[in-house]
């Protein structure tokens, strides 16, 4: 099962110091609903773990992140991730593109993910997994939009709220909520 998300966010701050935050993961990781890192092998290798729930299944995955460029001149990073399922029934890949983007003093964040499930969880299908990918990237987004403010940050992940939106979202879509009149 494969799913590909592309996400744009605002933040109101400096590109300078939106880019120190970002190209740091252990800093970054706790913006992460469900993630930790373990360990820091070297300046571009770090295992950890990222648990999360879909309905009635948790999931977590032990894994490791690559990041295979960091461009401070232009803004950019590439990084990979690799986990194994905890119970060895499945895996997942991700492959991260982000880049920011100076817009008068305020600074976008641009990110394109791959992700790539084999296993129980990939029973979902690509369109549960996205949306739920998605929820799980606005409480990144709201984590991060918090930690550059230096207010306090919810890295916790309710698997109910987010199931809970999915499925609004998707009984909204189909039975015309919310449609302007």
Excluded at 111 to 124: K, N, R, Y
Aim: with cysteine; glycine share 10%.
């Amino acid at each position: 099962m494969n799913a590909k998300i592309t996400k744009s966010f605002e933040v109101d701050d400096s590109i300078e110091k939106v880019w120190e935050y970002i190209k740091n993961p252990e800093q970054i990781v706790v913006c992460v609903p469900g993630a930790s890192i373990s360990e820091k092998i070297d300046e571009s290798n770090f295992k950890g773990e990222v648990t999360t729930k879909f309905g009635p299944i948790k999931v977590s995955y032990n894994g490791q992140i690559t990041i295979n460029v960091i461009d401070d001149s232009t803004y950019t990073m590439e990084l990979e991730g690799k986990g194994l399922d905890s119970k060895g029934k499945g895996s997942a890949n991700m492959s991260l593109n982000a880049s920011l983007s100076d817009k008068s003093g305020t600074t976008n964040v641009t990110f394109d993910m791959e992700l790539s499930i084999v296993g129980m969880l990939a029973q979902f299908g690509a369109r549960l997994i996205h949306d739920v990918s998605d929820q799980l990237l606005d409480k990144f987004v709201d984590n991060f939009k918090k930690l550059i403010a230096g207010k306090e940050i919810d890295s916790s992940i309710n698997a109910g709220s987010v199931m809970g939106n999915v499925v609004k979202n998707k009984l909204g879509g189909i039975f015309g909520a919310g449609k302007e009149k």
